[in-house]
């Protein structure tokens, strides 16, 4: 691990302040992807901002009947947080279905969310990885690729967003806040809030040098069926393979979203108005334009397999495959 400087923020201002002023600085709260990075010495950060003592821990009701989640609400807070049980199912299922149980005690809401996309050749710094050093190519192009994105990809890179909690915030048009140095605040949707890799992959996320996740603000709930199913290698301590958030109602309309699949939580809205002509008529549609190599191919009948399951559980019969 190299040398760095290290200062814990006591306020929002300090941190931003710091981010602003030292363009390597990072910032840190619970630490489970960004120290395990800097011990691979994938990431070097030469400043170490740590955050936990700021105000970002609670759980609010927003005016509208939806709820505000502090940046530092800990995964296990936020899975057994009453009105999340309640109203966003699909959030806590999402949640205990990753890591471990050590993990969600010290993982963030705003880490969920900044957690570096995961590929096999990035974490192997003897490989060729345009997302840890720009223009030095992409390994995972002519190599092990099983477990990679087949839609939403470049001839840059491959990789997979490899988290559960901001798919099923994907499905519930969840919102970030953030502030900057200046003290500007602003909202933008979890659906712009992670970025294709085109020519940049080592781009992931639409934040600015300086600014700071404040919140993540969910809608009002919406009620329906709300399930997540994981598909991986293993019952536990694994990435999804391909996953399903799904909000289905009673008369048959919903929201689907997949995991495990391309560099961001993948939704495409007009693929859930074919709900009602089955699960592989909603992949086909979803995964329009999918490049999967010869290794990765069948994840697409895969999340059409998922996807049929979910659908037969939120209609309560036992004929899913």
Known sequence: MKAFTYQRAGTMA???AAL?????????????????????????????VDIRDLDLSRIEE??????????????????????????YGVISRAIVSGATGQLRNKASTAGNLLQRN??????????ACNKRLPGSGCSALSGVSRGLAVIGTSASC???YPGDLVVALRLLDASVETVDAAGRTRTLPVADFHRLPGDTPE????????????????PPPIGG????RKVRDRASYAFALVSVA???QEDGTGRIAFGGVAPKPWRVEKAENALAEGAETVVSIAFAGATPTEQNAFKIPLAARALASVLAEAKGTTDAV
């Open 14 to 16: 300090e941190a931003t």
């Open 20 to 48: 602003a002023q030292v363009p390597s600085a990072k910032l840190i709260a619970g630490g489970t992807n960004l120290l395990d990075l800097m011990k691979l010495e994938i990431e070097v950060p030469s400043h170490l």
């Open 62 to 87: 927003t005016a509208d009947g939806g709820l505000r989640i502090g940046a530092l609400v800990t995964n296990t807070d936020l899975a057994a947080h009453g009105r999340i049980k309640r109203g």
């Open 118 to 127: 995961r590929c096999p050749y990035f974490y192997d710094t003897d490989q």
């Open 158 to 160: 491959i990789a997979t």
């Open 203 to 218: 781009i992931e996320t639409a934040l600015a040098p300086d600014e700071l996740i404040t919140a993540v603000l969910l």
């Open 225 to 228: 069926t709300q399930i997540y």
């Open 246 to 248: 799904a909000v289905i």
